[in-house]
């Protein structure tokens, strides 16, 4: 048993503007993840901004279809750290302080180093 399926006919047409995303002729805009934090603007030390489809374009990408991607690496904020165990912040992007639910763990005997966290 052999099944054809056609889905040429399924889009009416090939996706246009990549070149102009977020244009209103435009079938694509532009995008970047985000966490929310840095005003939006950078995720990992990392703003990443990518040429998606707009949701409502009644188009589709062509097979050979050229997905573009621009990079910029953002300047490290105390945002991008996290405390360490039994620590916390009080505030977003403060500093860490001994979180009082946590209870410390105990010295262990070394032999070599031994390293005292400080947060």
């Known amino acids: 048993v052999l099944i054809y399926l056609d889905f040429g006919e399924l889009h ?3 996706c246009q503007g990549h070149d102009a995303a977020d244009s209103k002729s435009s079938d694509y805009e532009l995008w970047t993840p985000s966490d929310g934090r840095m005003g939006g603007k950078c995720l990992l030390g990392h ?3 990518y040429t998606r ?3 409502d374009a009644q188009c589709f990408n062509p097979e050979k279809h050229e997905h573009k991607e621009m990079k910029e690496h953002c300047a490290c904020t105390a945002e991008d750290f996290e405390c360490d165990y039994g620590y916390m912040r009080k505030t977003q992007g403060g500093e860490c302080v001994r979180d009082p639910d946590v209870e410390p ?5 070394c032999k070599d180093f031994y390293y005292v966290t400080r947060g």
């Open 53 to 55: 489809r707009k949701r």
């Open 105 to 109: 763990e105990e010295t262990k005997e």
């Open 47 to 49: 703003k990443i901004t």
């Open 12 to 14: 009416e047409r090939v």
